[in-house]
């Protein structure tokens, strides 16, 4: 499976981005997925996740209530909307798909498969 990510570009502080993860190859019906960021000269860090069915979501402390995880599994599609976006939230943002239909995780090292990220620059 291949994993895509798009939909980041510039915007000023308080707008709102949706990002949007592509699939190809599986179908990511079975799997959870999740979406991560990497700051400028930091780690990548957990954002939000999204059990395979759409009915479980986990959030990062930072992005609850700003952002949102959602799903199409007929289109074999994951979206990250973000709203209220400060210059924190500035980093390159990755999909990722985690081979499981268990708990939902934050831990980078559990993923399985990795987008080639997208950046989000907000500007204040």
């Known amino acids: 499976v291949q994993l895509q990510a798009s939909g980041g570009g510039l915007v000023k502080a308080g707008g709102s981005l949706r990002l949007s993860c592509a699939a190809s190859?599986?179908?990511?019906?079975?799997?959870?997925m999740g979406w991560f960021r990497q700051p400028p000269g930091n780690e990548r860090e957990f954002v939000a996740a999204i059990g395979w069915s759409g009915s479980r979501t986990f959030y990062a402390d930072s992005v609850k209530g700003r952002f949102t995880i959602s799903r199409d599994n007929a289109q074999n599609m994951v979206y990250l909307q973000m709203n209220g976006l400060s210059p924190e939230d500035t980093a390159v943002y990755y999909c990722a798909l985690h081979l499981s239909r268990g708990g939902l995780t934050a831990v980078t090292g559990l993923y399985d498969v990795w987008g080639q990220g997208t950046l989000v620059t907000v500007s204040s």
């Open positions: 190859g599986r179908t990511l019906y079975n799997y959870n």
